[in-house]
């Protein structure tokens, strides 16, 4: 919950800001904390998507946030404590209340003695990515919290735009996804009955693909309602499961593995992640043991990620991580696993994770370009067929009658 304040700070200043707590009485105990006397206090009026869902948090850009990342490295870099460095952050964000409210939450909570990874995952007022508070989580564990906030802002803002780019090539086809929709459907609840009362009343035998044609737009039309309630149901579903279910997480994860492009797209895309971040914790003076360890954590797909949790047991018990991921490593590649041994050989994780993180994103966006570029070609050839078949089926039956009259 948010609440509105007016009072005085320590030094006798009138401030007006917001604060997030649980409760009202939450809320007197982090401003008397703060030090902050106040003459009001009430909770901020919520809009009406906040009152249907109370812990649906908002979202930044990833411009946004990455600028902001940077701003904190800036200071953090200069020898400030990371509360004071909050503190200072916030005047740059009086004119962003979203932000301002997120900064003010995390002072609040480091206040109480909270460490800064806790302050950013127990708040509601901002959605962060998991990958954003788990790198938080080890650069605070290794203490190399600044390095990686610059090296975070940097890889945010390079995957914003690839993200843009993926999503302005995406526009032409998904217009085409949404008019074939809408043209298929139109044809089989519209034009196709028209044309099929006709060869009804001529009691003629149609043709199987014509019947098949047939029977999608009679049971479009009858059924359309409860298509819909069952896609919203199963869409629904999935989400609970998504965040409920760590078995469901993990077989979904299993699955996207296996899809022929996208599957490679996503494990190049984490193992990619993973030596970024390993390479800037090595950077930092992290041992090659817990950069591993710590790297781990911002994997996202649960497959992979199992893969080397394991295979980091086998290193802190003083086993090669290379062999150990060579054991337990299904999806990895055999190219990263040779990256892995050379590191080992030569102590230059740095250098040979770094090469391997630009190697790998490199090779991602080649395949994302690969894909889009075949995408519109093939939803136009889908369109094209899918039109045509109902188009024949259509003209089949008149042929036909064109044949007999003959």
């Known amino acids: 919950m948010i609440f509105k304040y007016v009072g005085y700070d320590k030094s006798g200043a009138k401030v007006k800001a917001r604060i997030e707590a649980v409760s009202l009485e939450d809320a007197k105990k982090r401003l008397k904390a703060q030090g902050i006397i106040y003459e009001s206090l009430k909770e901020a009026k919520e809009s009406f998507l906040d009152k249907i869902d109370l812990h649906r948090s908002s979202t930044i850009s990833a411009t ?22 909050i503190r200072l952050a916030k005047t740059q964000y009086e004119g962003e209340p979203l932000v301002y409210d997120f900064l003010t939450s995390l002072q609040t909570s480091m206040d109480e003695g909270n460490s800064f990874y806790h302050a950013l995952d127990s708040q509601k007022i901002i959605a962060l990515p998991i990958f954003f508070k788990q790198s938080i989580k080890v650069a605070e564990e290794s203490g190399a919290l600044s390095e990686v906030m610059f090296e975070m802002a940097r890889f945010i803002s390079e995957q914003d735009k690839v993200t843009k780019k993926v999503k302005q ?31 009804t009343q001529l009691h003629q035998e149609l043709p199987l693909v014509t019947k098949i044609v047939i029977a999608s737009g009679d049971f479009l039309g009858k059924y359309w309602l409860f298509i819909a309630i069952v896609i919203l149901i199963g869409a629904g579903l999935f989400a609970f499961l998504k965040k409920t279910s760590e078995g469901f997480v993990y077989w979904w994860d299993g699955l ?16 990619a992640r993973f030596s970024y971040i390993a390479s800037v914790l090595s950077k930092s003076g992290v041992t090659f043991v817990h950069a591993v360890k710590f790297a781990t954590n911002v994997i996202d797909n649960s497959v992979i990620k199992k893969e080397f949790e394991k295979s980091v047991k086998d290193v802190v018990e003083g086993k090669k991580f290379s ?9 990895i590649d055999k190219s990263f696993i040779q990256a892995i041994a050379l590191a080992e050989e030569t102590s230059e994780v740095q250098t040979v994770m770094q ?13 994302i370009n690969l894909f889009l570029s075949l995408l519109e070609p093939a939803l136009i050839l889908f369109v094209g067929v899918t039109i045509g078949i109902i188009v024949v089926a259509m003209l089949l039956p008149i042929f036909s009658m064109d044949m007999v009259n003959v």
Do not use: C, D, W
Request: aromatic share 10%.
């Open 64 to 85: 946004l946030l990455a600028q902001l990342t940077r701003n904190l490295a800036i200071y953090l870099k200069s020898g400030i404590a990371i509360v004071n460095v």
């Open 169 to 199: 090539a995406l526009v032409y086809p998904s217009f085409i996804v949404i008019l074939s929709i809408m043209m298929v459907a139109f044809m089989l609840t519209t034009i196709v009955p028209k044309i099929t009362a006709m060869f």
């Open 256 to 271: 996207l593995l296996k899809l022929p492009l996208f599957g490679n797209i996503i494990k190049t895309f984490e193992l």
């Open 323 to 331: 062999s150990s991921i060579a054991k337990y490593g299904k999806h």
């Open 355 to 367: 090469n391997m993180a630009e190697l790998y994103f490199e090779e991602n966006e080649n395949k």
